[in-house]
């Protein structure tokens, strides 16, 4: 990757990060959706990433979110999951033939079935994570799955929509 590369990537996260804790931590949809934006950030990182540099990127993302939010490692857990999670999934959803030298998990460069494929069960495994951590365990356990059912819809719905919107073209 070229050092512009760097620059968008690190550039993207930190729009995502600040859009998260100045203006999405206080909306709560339907009463059981909450905006995460954030979690971009870990979703698309390239894919050639080293596990130990992804591990260090979700630990200190989830780390500085739960200063903002005030819950004690809570994001931390769900951002380390996702990534220990991701680092499986890319290699059993690895196209024939590889992932292409510098490719990061988008739309344009992957195409719509890949991405869905790739992007659903890991926010899935984030929002589960994080939500049953933050419940205590599984006392709630229909009120805390419906809030994790609704956060993953609108969620998945809003990386899909900020890939369509910023990452569609190949050239990106």
């Not at 729009?15 to 804790?21: D, P, T």
């Not at 790739?118 to 926010?123: E, G």
């Not at 809030?147 to 969620?155: D, E, M, P, Q």
């Amino acid at each position: 990757m070229r050092i512009f590369d760097h620059i968008k990537i690190i550039g993207a996260g930190l729009v995502y990060f600040l859009i998260q804790i100045l203006i999405l931590k206080e909306v709560n949809l339907f009463d059981s959706g909450f905006l995460l934006l954030y979690i971009a950030i870990l979703l698309f990182l390239p894919l050639e990433i080293g596990v130990i540099s992804a591990m260090f990127i979700a630990f200190g993302l989830g780390f500085i979110v739960d200063i903002f939010y005030n819950s004690p490692g809570i994001h931390a857990s769900a951002c380390l999951t996702l990534i220990f999670v991701r680092e499986w999934w890319k290699n059993v959803i690895t196209p024939q033939g590889g992932y292409d030298l510098g490719a990061i998990p988008s739309i344009g460069s992957m195409g719509f079935n890949w991405f869905i494929i790739y992007l659903a069960p890991l926010v899935l495994v984030h929002h589960l994570v994080l939500f049953f951590i933050e419940a205590g365990g599984a006392s709630n356990f229909w009120f805390t799955l419906s809030n994790v059912l609704v956060s993953f819809l609108i969620n998945t719905l809003l990386l899909v929509l900020i890939q369509m919107l910023f990452y569609s073209k190949k050239g990106r």
